[in-house]
């Protein structure tokens, strides 16, 4: 079976421009949560999607929008980029909203110059 | 603030030997803790999770989980040069099932 796919691996942007970064759950995984990583630390909560509907919002600021489609696939957008938003960007799914566990994606690597 | 600490390491172990990797937290209420393992530049990967106090075993790996004390533990029997990465120890909030991560510990097993 399909783990959890992420798309693209790997982004160069540059300051100001937007972002969207995608990903597909496991089969019958209807709850998806994204995570920003800087090196060094734990992956930072983002959002939690779980039947369409937004479960959960970490502390970032409103740049940052998600979304989640009937197939239960996401998509992070981020706009206006900084600097500070240069991370590993990680998606994770769950069976259900109560995460039990999560199992993540491989994550996308972001670079903004 | 509801925190997860884990020491950043390195921690380095002798092949064969025991690791062991201890996470404390300061949230009371929750029971369910998760360890995930990360190698330089991939992404976590789900080694246990534990939802009750005691310990629990899977093949080389025990998690171990104190209430009364705070604290939950990781050990690693046999370790092997392939252990080597960063482990992350998850604590899930029981009001909206959210992830409080710590910031890992390096582990390095020497051969």
């Known amino acids: 079976d399909a783990g959890v796919t992420q798309s693209p691996t790997h982004l160069i942007k540059t300051r100001g421009q937007q972002v969207t970064l995608r990903c597909s759950p496991i089969?019958?995984?209807?709850?998806v949560s994204w995570y920003q990583q800087v090196l060094g630390q734990g992956p930072q909560f983002i959002f939690q999607?779980?039947?369409?509907?937004?479960?959960g919002r970490g502390n970032f600021p409103d740049r940052f929008s998600a979304r989640q489609f009937p197939n239960y696939s996401s998509e992070l957008n981020v706009n206006a980029l900084l600097l500070g938003d240069s991370a590993l960007y990680l998606c994770?799914?769950?069976?259900?909203?109560?995460?039990?566990?999560?199992?993540f994606g491989d994550g996308t690597r972001l670079s903004i110059l | 603030q509801k925190e997860v600490e884990q020491n950043s390491g390195p921690l380095s172990v002798p092949e064969g030997a025991i690791a062991s990797l201890n996470c404390t937290y300061s949230?009371?209420?929750?029971?369910?803790f998760f360890w995930y393992r990360q190698y330089s530049g991939k992404s976590p990967e789900l080694i246990m999770f534990?939802?009750s106090n005691g310990d629990k075993e899977d093949g080389r790996f025990t998690a171990q989980l104190n209430k009364a004390s705070q604290y939950v533990s990781l050990l690693i029997r046999d370790s092997q040069p392939s252990d080597s990465a960063t482990y992350l120890c998850a604590q899930r909030e029981d009001s909206n099932y959210q992830l409080i991560w710590g910031a890992g510990t390096k582990l390095i097993i020497k051969p």
């Open positions: 999607y779980y039947e369409k509907e937004e479960r």
């Open positions: 089969s019958g995984h209807k709850s």
């Open positions: 949230d009371r209420g929750s029971q369910s």
């Open positions: 534990i939802y």
């Open positions: 994770a799914s769950s069976s259900d909203w109560r995460n039990q566990p999560q199992h």
